[in-house]
């Protein structure tokens, strides 16, 4: 799809603040997907921020934990993260890394900070997997930095593209069912840059650096808001100030039943009981 063709617009329908919250073994985060006032947006579950330079807040990290019926995505900006799991896998996420896990039937991993002083920053972000999928093998897709392609949208905006595609750039995760995109786009001051989207996704925004005007409307969305965003085949973003980063997900909604119960996510409650028999049982 070329700008020439593009014909809606987004929008801002929804904006609001994220949440303070703690994880893992007491690490502060800032919960934007998953809180009272976001609860999820189909297909996903729970959006995480880690941010801090103070090594009492994350130095914990988050000991072995179990996940089925979803996939987990993480995405470093600052720090580094040793992953392990009861598989034996083993593998460190470093600065603009992306771990993508699919925990299909069951995983049980740890994901710990190997420094000691520092800025540690970050994203978790959890998508649902289609009923089809839940009790698959789990597996990983792990990309280092220079792994990741970067597209020019025009002067001054760019994007590093995880998965999807844009301007002829294509991200190298292999999509799911749920189709994702997941863009870090970085914007100069003043920049404008016009992205297309499946125009049926669910998507929203969330600036990490700096300030946005998004849409026609021009709303103004700020550093620790998210922003859903309605449905149309492209969004229109302006950097203000200094300049902004953002991210900008979208993925196909599953519109499914939910059921969740901590790090389980199924259809039903009777899948969910089955769950924690199995963990507790060994089985994972």
Same mark, same amino acid.
């Given at each position: 799809m070329?700008?020439?063709?593009?014909?809606?617009?987004?929008?801002?329908?929804?904006?609001g603040e994220g949440m303070p919250a703690s994880d893992g073994a007491g690490v502060k985060l800032t919960r934007v997907i998953g809180q009272p006032k976001l609860p999820d947006l189909d297909p996903f579950l729970m959006l995480d921020e880690f941010r801090s330079d103070d090594p009492k807040a994350y130095m914990a990290g988050f000991p072995d934990h179990p996940h089925r019926g979803f996939e987990?995505?993480?995405?470093?900006?600052?720090?580094?993260?040793?992953?392990?799991?009861?598989?034996?896998r083993e593998g460190l996420l470093t600065a603009g890394s992306v771990q993508?896990?699919?925990?299909g039937r069951g995983i049980v991993?740890?994901?710990?900070?190997?420094?000691?002083?520092?800025?540690?920053?970050?994203?978790?972000l959890w998508i649902n997997l289609p009923a089809k999928d839940k009790m698959t093998a789990p597996r990983y897709q792990e990309f280092a930095p220079e792994t990741i392609p970067e597209? *020019?949208? &025009? @002067?001054?905006?760019k994007v590093k593209v995880v998965a999807g595609l844009v301007s002829g750039v294509k991200g190298p995760v292999e999509p799911g069912e749920t189709e994702p995109v997941f863009l870090d786009i970085s914007l100069s001051a003043g920049a404008?840059?016009?992205?297309?989207l499946p125009e049926g996704h669910s998507a929203f925004l969330y600036p990490h650096e700096g300030s946005v005007l998004v849409g026609e409307g021009e709303e103004r969305l700020a550093r620790g808001r998210v922003a859903v965003l309605s449905p149309g085949d492209h969004v229109t973003l302006t950097a203000e100030g200094a300049g902004a980063r953002l991210?900008?997900?979208a993925g196909k909604p599953l519109k499914e039943p939910?059921?969740?119960?901590?790090?389980?996510?199924?259809? *039903?409650? &009777? @899948?969910?009981?089955?769950a924690v028999q199995d963990f507790q049982a060994g089985r994972f």
């Amino acid at each position: 799809m070329t700008e020439t063709t593009l014909k809606t617009g987004r929008r801002v329908v929804w904006s609001g603040e994220g949440m303070p919250a703690s994880d893992g073994a007491g690490v502060k985060l800032t919960r934007v997907i998953g809180q009272p006032k976001l609860p999820d947006l189909d297909p996903f579950l729970m959006l995480d921020e880690f941010r801090s330079d103070d090594p009492k807040a994350y130095m914990a990290g988050f000991p072995d934990h179990p996940h089925r019926g979803f996939e987990t995505v993480t995405y470093m900006l600052a720090g580094r993260l040793r992953h392990r799991d009861n598989t034996g896998r083993e593998g460190l996420l470093t600065a603009g890394s992306v771990q993508w896990m699919t925990a299909g039937r069951g995983i049980v991993h740890s994901e710990m900070p190997e420094q000691e002083r520092g800025l540690m920053q970050g994203f978790q972000l959890w998508i649902n997997l289609p009923a089809k999928d839940k009790m698959t093998a789990p597996r990983y897709q792990e990309f280092a930095p220079e792994t990741i392609p970067e597209a *020019t949208l &025009a @002067e001054g905006a760019k994007v590093k593209v995880v998965a999807g595609l844009v301007s002829g750039v294509k991200g190298p995760v292999e999509p799911g069912e749920t189709e994702p995109v997941f863009l870090d786009i970085s914007l100069s001051a003043g920049a404008e840059a016009i992205i297309p989207l499946p125009e049926g996704h669910s998507a929203f925004l969330y600036p990490h650096e700096g300030s946005v005007l998004v849409g026609e409307g021009e709303e103004r969305l700020a550093r620790g808001r998210v922003a859903v965003l309605s449905p149309g085949d492209h969004v229109t973003l302006t950097a203000e100030g200094a300049g902004a980063r953002l991210l900008l997900i979208a993925g196909k909604p599953l519109k499914e039943p939910v059921a969740k119960y901590g790090p389980f996510v199924m259809n *039903t409650e &009777a @899948e969910l009981r089955q769950a924690v028999q199995d963990f507790q049982a060994g089985r994972f």
